[in-house]
């Protein structure tokens, strides 16, 4: 920590005034602290005390989850922590959360961090605050405007993490699981068939050795380049993994998972095996932070998918879900497609994952789209594919490459309309996809709402 100044004094002074102004408007605070943090002083985050235990949760996909699954154990145990649950993941978030537990002197109240921090921000964060613990769930090509491909991303990264720094990897990601090789590490995994893997999908982020430039041999693929490889030509390959999924029962939402203490019975979070990567994830945090099996088990057994990213209902007959679908992201995307194919029953799809901020930016890289796995909606289970926001033309052109049917399409410009579109009575379910921004959030709320409003007229008719 740095010795602080008087820019540092006034500055701290204007942003808990601020804070508390904002709090009294009944705004949550979370991102303007932060960003005035940094603009009146622009070394703020270097003048703040760090935490004793400070963890970064990073990565492509995931992190957010894993960091509210983690969160919610801790709190659940009674332990006082500081976390940006609630808030921005980049700089301006990060100060928002430190100063929320700090004094005015910019002491530290709690001796745990864990905080959500976007890849692309770390050279902004670690050398002021730097972690002891980094989890990182996967890295993707993601967001083209930003982040361009994974080298560039893993580049950032491993210019950025301190050697002192504990390691937490996904040991089936041979890109994330490379980082800062030099750094004392434990790795996470699915050990057993999860009943979803696709090795069909458009994108693979690592197909050559790093090393000598050989084409790896798979032992397996979860997806994309995400399984069990090896270089033929030299030790580059797959780690052995110190957590792991041994055994997945769906029906039950049940699985068994090897910790270095033995195995154990754990509550299935959700069954797309994403969600069972960032449980496996959060689990191995949470060990390495000194929780006990016993006490991670129970939290786990009240922990529900948060409503924002998965919520479904069975309405008059029908199951009405609506499910994230990450907006610049055709990983995130293509397993929500994975995930719809592999469901039962026939289905009806809304996608509303136009990105508002794209719009608003004026980008017209459409590139992601392109690369998203719309072939796995070319089943004979989806039966319809209403296409609606101000790019429905861009997906109709996308869905014809993925060899749909024309008749199973539709084009609805306005999004307000889009429940109107769907044929109720052809199928069981009825999939709402949105993107990340809460507006997005809330115009696929208003939707969703009307398809319940018609499906219970429907039913009162009948």
Same mark, same amino acid.
């Given at each position: &920590? /740095?010795?602080?100044?008087?820019?540092?004094?006034?500055?701290?002074?204007?942003?808990?005034?601020?804070?508390?102004?904002?709090?009294?408007?009944?705004?949550?605070?979370?991102?303007?602290?932060?960003?005035?943090?940094?603009?009146?002083?622009?070394?703020?985050?270097?003048?703040? #005390?760090?935490?004793?235990?400070?963890?970064?949760?990073?990565?492509?996909?995931?992190?957010?989850?894993?960091?509210?699954?983690?969160?919610?154990?801790? /709190?659940?145990?009674?332990?006082?922590?500081?976390?940006?649950?609630?808030?921005?993941?980049?700089?301006?978030?990060?100060?928002?959360?430190?100063?929320?537990?700090?004094? @005015?002197?910019? %002491?530290?109240?709690?001796?745990?961090?864990?905080?959500?921090?976007?890849?692309?921000?770390?050279?902004?964060?670690?050398?002021?605050?730097?972690?002891?613990?980094?989890?990182?769930?996967?890295? =993707?090509?993601?967001?083209?405007?930003?982040?361009?491909?994974?080298? @560039?991303?893993?580049?950032?990264?491993?210019?950025?993490?301190?050697?002192?720094?504990?390691?937490?990897?996904?040991?089936?990601?041979?890109?994330?699981?490379?980082?800062?090789?030099?750094?004392?590490?434990?790795?996470?995994?699915?050990? $057993?068939?999860?009943?979803? +893997?696709?090795?069909?999908?458009?994108? %693979?982020?690592?197909?050559?050795?790093?090393?000598?430039?050989?084409?790896? %041999?798979?032992?397996?693929?979860?997806?994309?380049?995400?399984?069990?490889?090896?270089?033929?030509? *030299?030790? =580059?390959? +797959?780690?052995?993994?110190?957590?792991?999924?041994?055994?997945?029962?769906?029906?039950?939402?049940?699985?068994?998972? %090897?910790?270095?203490?033995?195995?154990?019975? @754990?509550?299935?979070?959700?069954?797309?095996?994403?969600?069972?990567?960032? &449980?496996?994830?959060?689990?191995?945090?949470?060990?390495?932070?000194?929780?006990?099996?016993?006490?991670?088990?129970?939290? =786990?057994?009240?922990?529900?998918?948060? !409503?924002?990213?998965?919520?479904?209902?069975?309405?008059?007959?029908?199951?009405?879900?609506?499910?994230?679908?990450?907006?610049?992201?055709?990983?995130? *995307?293509?397993?929500?497609?994975?995930?719809?194919?592999?469901?039962?029953?026939?289905?009806?799809?809304? *996608? &509303? &994952?136009?990105? $508002?901020?794209?719009?608003?930016?004026?980008?017209?890289?459409?590139?992601?789209? @392109?690369?998203?796995?719309?072939?796995?909606?070319?089943?004979?289970?989806?039966?319809?594919?209403?296409?609606?926001?101000?790019?429905?033309?861009?997906?109709?052109?996308?869905?014809?490459?993925?060899?749909?049917?024309?008749?199973?399409?539709?084009? *609805?410009? /306005?999004?307000?309309?889009?429940?109107?579109?769907?044929?109720?009575?052809?199928?069981? /379910?009825?999939?709402?996809?949105?993107?990340?921004?809460?507006?997005?959030? #809330?115009?696929?709320?208003?939707?969703?709402?009307?398809?319940?409003?018609?499906?219970?007229?429907?039913?009162? !008719?009948?």
């Amino acid at each position: &920590m /740095k010795k602080n100044t008087v820019r540092f004094y006034v500055t701290i002074t204007i942003v808990k005034i601020a804070t508390k102004i904002l709090k009294l408007l009944g705004r949550n605070a979370t991102h303007l602290p932060g960003w005035m943090a940094n603009k009146l002083c622009p070394d703020f985050l270097g003048h703040l #005390e760090k935490p004793e235990r400070l963890v970064y949760i990073t990565g492509t996909n995931g992190k957010t989850t894993v960091s509210n699954l983690t969160a919610e154990v801790l /709190k659940d145990n009674g332990y006082d922590y500081i976390n940006n649950a609630s808030g921005s993941n980049v700089s301006e978030g990060v100060v928002s959360a430190l100063l929320s537990k700090s004094s @005015f002197f910019g %002491k530290s109240r709690c001796k745990l961090a864990v905080l959500e921090v976007d890849e692309r921000y770390s050279p902004l964060i670690y050398p002021y605050m730097p972690p002891d613990y980094l989890l990182c769930t996967n890295l =993707f090509r993601d967001s083209y405007k930003r982040n361009a491909h994974t080298e @560039f991303i893993s580049g950032v990264l491993n210019s950025q993490i301190p050697k002192h720094t504990k390691l937490i990897l996904n040991g089936e990601d041979l890109i994330s699981n490379h980082l800062a090789m030099g750094n004392e590490r434990r790795y996470f995994g699915i050990h $057993c068939p999860d009943g979803h +893997s696709s090795s069909d999908n458009i994108i %693979k982020d690592i197909v050559a050795c790093p090393n000598c430039g050989a084409l790896l %041999k798979y032992d397996y693929i979860r997806y994309n380049h995400i399984g069990r490889a090896h270089c033929p030509n *030299c030790d =580059f390959g +797959s780690p052995e993994m110190d957590y792991s999924v041994e055994k997945i029962d769906y029906e039950n939402q049940r699985c068994l998972i %090897k910790l270095p203490g033995g195995t154990y019975d @754990f509550k299935l979070i959700g069954s797309n095996v994403t969600d069972i990567y960032n &449980m496996i994830a959060a689990i191995a945090l949470l060990s390495e932070l000194g929780l006990e099996v016993s006490q991670i088990q129970k939290s =786990f057994e009240k922990i529900k998918v948060v !409503e924002s990213r998965y919520y479904s209902e069975k309405v008059h007959g029908k199951e009405l879900v609506l499910s994230l679908a990450k907006g610049q992201n055709p990983i995130a *995307c293509s397993r929500i497609c994975d995930f719809i194919r592999h469901e039962t029953g026939t289905k009806a799809i809304v *996608c &509303m &994952m136009d990105d $508002c901020y794209d719009a608003k930016e004026s980008s017209e890289n459409i590139a992601w789209i @392109f690369d998203i796995d719309f072939e796995f909606f070319n089943d004979a289970s989806v039966k319809q594919i209403v296409l609606t926001g101000v790019r429905n033309a861009d997906y109709h052109l996308r869905l014809l490459m993925a060899g749909i049917p024309e008749e199973k399409i539709v084009l *609805c410009e /306005k999004e307000e309309d889009a429940a109107s579109y769907v044929d109720y009575a052809a199928v069981d /379910k009825i999939y709402i996809l949105h993107d990340l921004y809460p507006v997005r959030y #809330e115009n696929a709320k208003k939707v969703y709402q009307d398809l319940k409003n018609r499906l219970e007229e429907r039913g009162e !008719e009948a």
